[in-house]
């Protein structure tokens, strides 16, 4: 299948990067922001990718779609996709990138491959495109070798197979290890806080722990904007590890450590407003604040 033109849905923070990526090498890269906040619409511009009116448009004119959204977002984007396939003759791929467990990308893939259309599960490991070799792209699926195509486009596509399924595995497991961690650095160093203790501990972490204590000074600050997003993913993961037999309860309370750090600091938290994010110190007093006020 010759590539010229690829949809992202969405080009928010990763998006963006990636549809920028694929337009720098060559491909037209289009999208529809139907429903999409301003921010978005900007980062599209930045990005030079071209706003279609209609889920429609969008679908006749793209040979692949990415779908890079929060994982909450995922299935309602898929059935977006599917209402319009069902009035379209075309051999368009939708390839799902987000975090979101096996079981729940086989429901997207059924709702795509109902609708007419051919089906990738994908899950990205790694930040924003920016730089060469930082960023993966996991596929499979029997029409996985499409996506496998764009490594000629400048992104980085690593094939597992023909089994749905297997990429949104892989991304699972990986998270929980990423941004599980940084949910226990953020819930142990917000106890250590209330208990008065975190002055100490911290010290303790410098001698025998430093390398984990410069991941917690340079990961927590810098979660406070996504962690909004990340609940929806650490339910995914929770659900994911269940379904295999195991507990879901660790990750299960990974979601509820983002649940309440996006209750609990302030909404100014912008992803795009690096200069608002606090030092660590000043998010783990931030949160221990209401837990010391429960014990007056």
Known sequence: MLLKTIGILSPGDMGHIVGRVLGSHGLNVITCLQGRRKRTRTF?????????PTYHALICGADVILSILPPGQAVNAANKVANALAETDTNLVYADCNAVSPETVHRIGGIITNAGGGFVDASIIGPPPRTSGATRFYASGRDARIIESLNRYGLDVILLGEEIGLASAIKMCYASL???????CTELLTAAEAMGVLDPLKTELKMSQSML?????RNVPMMPP???RWIAEMEEISATFAQVGLTPKILAGA??????????LPANHAADSRSSFYDLTDIIQTLANPLKENKT
């Open 44 to 52: 599209s511009a930045r990005a030079g990718i071209v706003d279609v």
């Open 178 to 184: 990423t941004k599980g961690l940084t949910a226990l």
């Open 213 to 217: 204590f410069e991941r917690m000074e």
């Open 226 to 228: 996504k962690s909004h």
């Open 255 to 264: 979601a509820d450590i983002y649940r309440f750090v996006d209750e609990n």
